[in-house]
């Protein structure tokens, strides 16, 4: 069964950084788009930043402070966190389009999740 597995998240001061890792594991042809959302209590969940190929975009909240990559040898995407704020506090997920049953048969995969906590 292929999954996305995260790590990464924890309690984390204001001005401090977190790396977030979430890793395509099971059998798969390729994947497509990676991205994390987030979704803070009591909101809607947003996207955070995406990368696809060698592109990416990032909510304006999070820009200049957040750094998506990609490890494709590893089917592994990151999400390098600095100056967190406690506005950050959400409980972010890994999302990606992944060629499971074809080469060009995209399904959209979820992490299960992972809590990020900034104290002020």
């Known amino acids: 069964q292929v999954q996305l597995v995260e790590s990464g998240g924890g309690l984390v001061q204001a001005g401090g950084s977190l790396r977030l890792s979430c890793a395509v594991s099971?059998?798969?042809?390729?994947?497509?788009?990676m991205g994390w959302y987030r979704q803070a209590p009591g909101k809607q969940r947003e996207l955070a930043a995406v990368i696809s190929g060698g592109s990416t975009n990032y909510a304006d909240s999070v820009k200049g402070r957040f750094t998506i990559s990609r490890d494709n040898a590893k089917n592994t995407v990151y999400l390098q966190m600095d100056s967190l704020k406690p506005e950050d506090t959400a409980v972010y997920y890994c999302?990606?389009?992944?060629?499971?049953?074809?080469?060009?048969?995209?399904?959209?995969?979820w992490g299960q999740g992972t809590l990020v906590t900034v104290s002020s």
């Open positions: 099971g059998s798969i042809f390729s994947i497509n788009v």
């Open positions: 999302n990606a389009l992944v060629a499971v049953h074809g080469p060009n048969r995209y399904l959209e995969l």
